[in-house]
């Protein structure tokens, strides 16, 4: 079979990246909350959303679930937000999080934001792209002798780069680099140190594959 045949895969993988990214952009273009300000706000208290109950189809017994309220303060007036979507886990009194609010109505907030939806789509879209990307390399750039690069390095440089960079995003609350810069400035915790280690050895890789490559006669 010949190998250019193998690159539906990587190809689809790269159309479906494409889509993704492009749904989690233009979220983040038209979120409502695209202009709000970014504070700090602290856990409150919580709402019984779902008691605990059997469920037969699973014969499993469901967590109860909360609705999380958390305390915010502008221009040193307190106010409070309510999560939308309920969940098992119950932070502690006073644990920080992220809240947007609208500056000329600072009693409209969101936790957290939509951004991390849209950031989330962002980060997949662009791992299907960047992950397929050296696979067509690889299957193409077999017939090209000119092609002097160690395509298996690439590969694997960008993965590592792509993970850690998702992993740090994630734990950072923001896709955006000043927004990780921030994040990394005010609350930076040793763990943090490993996925910037992927990062830099991914990128480490990606530049000595392409430009210090040496092929094997």
């Not at 886990?89 to 009693?107: A, C, G, H, Q, T």
């Not at 609350?187 to 480490?204: E, K, Q, R």
Request: proline share 5%; with cysteine; hydrophobic share 45%.
């Amino acid at each position: 079979m010949n190998m250019k045949s193998f690159a539906t895969l990587p190809i689809i993988t790269i159309l479906c990246g494409i889509f993704i990214l492009g749904l989690g952009i233009k979220e983040t273009a038209t979120s409502n909350t695209k202009d709000y300000t970014e504070t700090t706000g602290y856990f409150y208290y919580s709402t019984l959303a779902k008691d605990e109950h059997y469920d037969a189809d699973k014969d499993a017994v469901s967590a109860p679930t909360y609705f999380l309220t958390y305390r915010y303060y502008v221009g040193g007036e307190e106010y409070t937000v309510t999560g939308s979507s309920p969940t098992a886990f119950v932070p502690s009194i006073d644990e920080e999080i992220k809240i947007l609010y609208d500056v000329e109505n600072p009693e409209n907030a969101v936790i957290g934001g939509p951004s991390k939806r849209s950031n989330a789509l962002i980060i997949i879209g662009i791992f299907f792209i960047l992950c397929s990307l050296p696979f067509l390399v690889i299957i193409f750039g077999n017939n090209i002798q000119s092609l002097k690069v160690d395509k298996m390095g690439i590969l694997m440089g960008l993965i590592v780069a792509i993970v850690g960079y998702g992993a740090l995003s994630m734990i950072c609350g923001s896709f955006s680099p000043i927004g990780i810069f921030k994040y990394l400035d005010s609350s930076f915790m040793l763990p943090l140190i490993i996925p910037i280690l992927m990062i830099i050895a991914g990128v480490f890789s990606v530049i000595k594959s392409i430009f210090f490559y040496k092929p094997q006669d």
